[in-house]
């Protein structure tokens, strides 16, 4: 018998949310339609390579529908979302992902290859159709290789339903879509990536704003500076998502403050800053302000964290009308905060909290996993591991190979799920050796999961980079982060009480980071560093639960392997 569904509430502590209707607690944690008339919201998407020139250098993008990045998709809590997806790049598959969609009851809509689905092959169409259930800043982007980084996404805003309201007002909206870009092609980076010796694909060329950015530049009009035009004594609510293929970045406007108040697709403890830390795979919407000398247009900078920059920080202009757009403003642009002043980025990122009324974390787990996070070698070349396995995915999608018990589809041994006691994360790895694998974290349906993501030393000594962990078909609580090495006394300080919820986490170096979910959503659902070169040499995990219960799956995302095969002889049952 299947669950009902959605599936049942774990045991949360009901008392808090006096104030809130059960129909929106069910909400914030499942699928649903709160009201007004839901609606089918369609869209073509002929995803193909075209010339363009994100920034003033002409280069081969992936686009959609010809242009670059794709179109924004809007649409309201409760609609279905549908994208007729036509692959036109003349010799790659394709899928696309609908980052921070959980999928609830269509787990082959997520848009992975090799995990929900058989990767489209040139010339054919897929339809991939879901339901967008909460209010929130979210983007797509490619899953397939590093598609993402050749320019495959685009923004998706899912508005409140009819008669709802959000939490906060706001007089306009501004939406920011950032990711990094490398002259070099993908294929080249990729190669690099899997040669002996190593190529790392480096620093970006140019961060992008909405696709655009400067490098070296000559103005026209695909590279042109993006305006934000505002009117005085108003408050704007600025949608800010990260594609970035690796940089993590700090966005900063002159004169003004932003108050954060949505993180990811959930409402946060509203806070006031200078600065926005913004990690590959994160959204936040914050307000701002345009309260300051009316006769002055602002700059908004874009620098990197994390790591040592060697790319010009992104400017964009706000135009406070009627001032001409093209008016320099009277200040220079604001300095973003040294790349590796990691104490800015904690405080910026501990003080993302969960607002009054969102839902908390049951008070205890029933598993807890270690994801030990190193940099290791195979055969001489370099990888990034989990637990000592570097993630290969296997040709046939987990999904159907875990729905029909197909043996050897992939490697069936459990996953370690804890780090030996005496590995030292100070220390590059005394053995740096690990294996490949397509294992998977089997999670009991309905279970409450604590993973602890540990950071640690990479191979070369002093040098340990943050990772940006995202996290399909679910939102998560994030209990708290420390400095070196978890332990069980770090047990009592987590968070229980107002921690946020989201699917992308950072860790920091040397650090770790307590994460707390449900295993309520039936599924094969990929976990992973949101650094696109980093998940390419293996930085990921695969987890599944409830995989009985998953309704019937499409043939379409089974065409290949041994479930496309099984499909020729009419054998998949
Ligand atoms: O995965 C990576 O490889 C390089 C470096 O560690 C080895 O060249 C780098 O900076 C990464 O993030």
């Known amino acids: 018998m299947p669950p009902p569904y959605p599936p049942p509430l774990p045991q949360l502590d009901l008392s808090t949310f006096k104030l809130m209707e059960k129909k929106h607690l069910l909400c914030l944690l499942y699928a649903c339609t709160l009201s007004g008339a839901a ?23 992936i686009g959609i529908n010809g242009r670059f990045p794709g179109p924004e998709i809007r649409a309201k809590s409760g609609d279905t ?24 009851g269509t787990p082959w809509a997520d848009g ?20 967008v259930d909460k209010p929130g800043t979210y983007f797509y982007h490619g899953h397939y290789g590093m598609q993402r980084a050749a320019g495959l996404y685009g923004s998706l805003i899912v508005d409140v339903a009819d008669g709802e309201k959000e939490p906060f007002q706001y007089d306009g909206e501004l939406s920011l879509l950032l ?32 696709g655009r950015g400067q490098n070296n530049c ?17 408050t704007y609510r600025l949608r800010i998502a990260s594609a970035t293929s690796l940089s993590s970045l ?45 006769s002055s247009n602002y700059w908004l900078s874009i620098g990197i964290r994390g790591r040592l920059p060697q790319t010009q920080p992104a400017l964009a202009i706000l135009n406070y009308i009627p001032n001409l757009p093209s008016k320099l403003p009277f200040d220079r642009p604001p300095k973003t905060p040294k790349w590796n002043d990691y104490l800015h980025s904690k405080q910026f990122t ?29 055969d001489g070349y370099i990888k990034w ?144 560093c949101h650094i696109e070169p980093h998940l390419h040499m293996g930085m990921g995990i695969i987890l599944a639960e409830g995989v009985e219960f998953i309704s019937k799956i499409p043939n379409e995302v089974l065409r290949c392997g041994i479930t496309g095969q099984k499909l020729i002889s009419n054998q998949l049952h």
């Open 39 to 61: 609606m089918e919201r369609h869209y073509r998407f002929e995803v193909g390579y075209t010339y363009w020139s994100p920034d003033c250098k002409e280069n081969m993008v």
């Open 350 to 378: 501990y003080k993302i909290l969960a607002k009054n009324g969102i839902p908390k974390p049951p008070a205890n787990s029933n598993t807890q996993i270690t994801l030990l996070n190193t940099q290791s070698k195979i």
């Open 385 to 528: 591991s989990i637990n000592n396995i570097s993630l290969v995915l296997p040709s046939t999608p987990y999904i159907g190979s875990m729905k029909y018990g197909l043996k050897n589809a992939f490697h069936s041994e459990k996953p370690p799920e804890n780090i030996p006691d005496d590995y030292d994360v100070m220390r590059p790895p005394v053995n740096p050796n690990a294996t490949i694998g397509s294992n998977i974290y089997k999670l009991e349906f309905n279970a409450t999961i604590d993973v602890i993501l540990q950071n640690a030393n990479a191979l070369a000594e002093n040098v340990s980079e943050i990772h940006p962990w995202h996290l399909h078909g679910h939102d998560f609580w994030i209990l708290g982060y420390g400095d070196g090495k978890f332990t069980e006394n770090d047990l009592a300080n987590l968070n229980l009480r107002n921690p946020p919820l989201r699917n992308t986490v950072v860790i920091f170096p040397y650090g770790w980071t307590a994460i707390r979910f449900l295993a309520n959503n039936p599924g094969v659902w990929a976990f992973h």
């Open 112 to 131: 992975t290859a090799s995990i929900s689905q058989c990767a489209i092959n040139p010339d054919e169409t897929f339809v991939y159709r879901f339901k």
């Open 250 to 294: 700090n966005l900063a406007i002159g004169n003004h403050k932003m108050t954060v108040v949505e993180a990811d697709g959930n409402y946060v403890k509203p806070v006031t800053v200078n600065d926005v830390d913004i990690y590959s795979g994160e959204s936040y919407s914050v307000l701002l302000k345009t309260n300051q000398n009316a």
């Open 179 to 210: 990711s990094d870009w490398w002259h070099e092609s993908i294929q080249s980076q990729m190669l690099g990536l899997s040669s002996i010796p190593f190529r790392w694909v480096g620093e970006p060329q140019t961060i992008l704003i909405n």
């Open 81 to 104: 979302v549908v994208v007729e997806l036509k692959n036109s790049l003349p010799t790659e598959g394709v899928v696309i992902h609908w980052h921070g969609i959980r999928q609830f």
């Open 218 to 234: 000559s103005l026209n009009s695909q590279c042109a500076p993006v305006m934000l035009h505002v009117r005085p004594k108003k």
